[in-house]
Every structure is written in C-alpha cells, then in structure tokens.
C-alpha cells in the first residue's frame, strides 16, 4: 500500500462549487504540506503543518483552506472553486529533522 | 529569498546518450539540494540529494554534485535509458530554524527515444 495517499485523484467541479480534497499518510511523519503544479510553473506551495496545532500559509494560500484532522490527515478545501484553480495538487510529508519530503499521486481538479 | 533555476526544456535523447540538466540556486544560508523525478501520472520521488559543499548524491546511475563556487546542483547520466522519460525538479530547503519547506525549479521534461 502507498505511504502517501490522496482522494479523490481526478475531480471536475462547477465555478462556486466548494470542494475538499484529502490526504493520509502511513508514514508516521509529523509534516505535512499542499502544492500545486502548473505547466511551467513547477510545484508552488498552499499550506503546511508541523503538527496537528500549527498550519502555516504558503505562497499561494489565497482562495484555500485546511483542516490537520490528525497527524496522519491533511485536508485542502477550495471554499469557492474558480477555473484558475484547474491543476495538479500533491500532498507530501516529512519526518522531523529531515528535508526530504514524500509525495501522494496527486489529484487533477478541473473547475469548469 | 530562495529560488530555482533550471534548464529549459523540453529536452530529447537517443538511448544511450549522455545527459546534463542545469541547476543553479539562490539561498541564504547553507541549503540542501535535491533532484526529485515525476514519472508519467505519478507523484515526485526523490530521486537524489546533497546536504552540504562538495558533497555528491547518486541514484540509478544520476549523479549532482553540489558546487557552493558555483551555486549548482547539476545532474547528470552517462547512458540514459528509455525508462529514464519523465519530468525533473531540482529542489532546495534551507532548513533555517524550523521552515523544512522546499523551494522548486519549475521542472524539465526529458524524452528518451529508442
């Protein structure tokens, strides 16, 4: 089984609709984190979490929310989606102390 | 702040050649640098990495060595195979107090041709 899992892993969803998409993680790592990836543009970073308690803004946090349900659950929430928001989104995680971070499949959200 | 910058792509090979993709960085302090690999509808994995100067990281015959003179992280294949298609990001994080976040190179989409 994957150590980093994301569902739903392909979503189309109307303009306004709000949305959730989640992330487990049986890796037992304390660190979670939300990126999206466009064409050209590489993996920009939404939100992340330390740990349960602490959830930090990244570059791009505008038009996003989330939820750190547990240490092994990240959830990203799009309140009200819009067609800009069309794009990969990965969750990944960390162990405390290490940079290396893990990534899940990804989910493709397509917002007509 | 940080940044990434790596080569343009997309890039196409034969099997077999030789390959290079250029990495250069911008960071303060002392980063560690990473290649993470995305194969066709999958997930980045790590693929290798280097924590400080001079240091080399290596993983099915990919090589970078970390240039602090230079500010690269550079990687490298002698004989790239056609399994070797995928998209490549070169990484950093800085680790500065407890921000393990990683900054990215938006990526270079090699092709390997039979």
């Known amino acids: 089984d994957a150590d980093v899992t994301q569902t739903p892993r392909n979503r189309i969803t109307k303009t306004g609709k709000r949305i959730m998409l989640e992330c487990s993680q049986t890796k037992g790592h304390d660190r979670m984190y939300w990126y999206r990836q466009d064409p050209g543009l590489g993996l920009r970073l939404i939100y992340y979490s330390f740990d349960v308690k602490d959830i930090n803004k990244g570059e791009i946090s505008d038009g996003y929310s989330v939820s750190r349900q547990a240490q092994a659950k990240f959830s990203l929430s799009l309140e009200s989606a819009i067609p800009n928001q069309t794009a990969l989104y990965f969750c990944?995680?960390?162990?405390?102390?290490?940079?290396?971070?893990?990534f899940g499949p990804g989910t493709r959200l397509t917002v007509t | 702040g940080n940044s990434v910058t790596q080569m343009e792509g997309p890039v196409t090979l034969s099997e077999e050649a030789f390959l290079t993709i250029n990495c250069t960085y911008t960071a303060t302090g002392y980063p560690s640098l990473f290649w993470y690999v995305q194969y066709p509808g999958e997930g980045l994995q790590l693929l290798l990495k280097a924590t400080k100067a001079d240091d080399k990281g290596s993983n099915k015959g990919f090589e970078a060595t970390y240039r602090k003179e230079t500010t690269s992280f550079h990687l490298e294949k002698g004989s790239v195979q056609v399994s070797d298609s995928a998209v490549y990001f070169c990484?950093?994080?800085?680790?500065?107090?407890?921000?393990?976040?990683?900054?990215f190179g938006k990526g270079t989409l090699l092709t390997v041709n039979p």
């Open positions: 990944a995680t960390s162990g405390q102390g290490a940079y290396e971070q893990y």
């Open positions: 990484a950093l994080s800085d680790g500065g107090g407890s921000n393990y976040k990683l900054t």
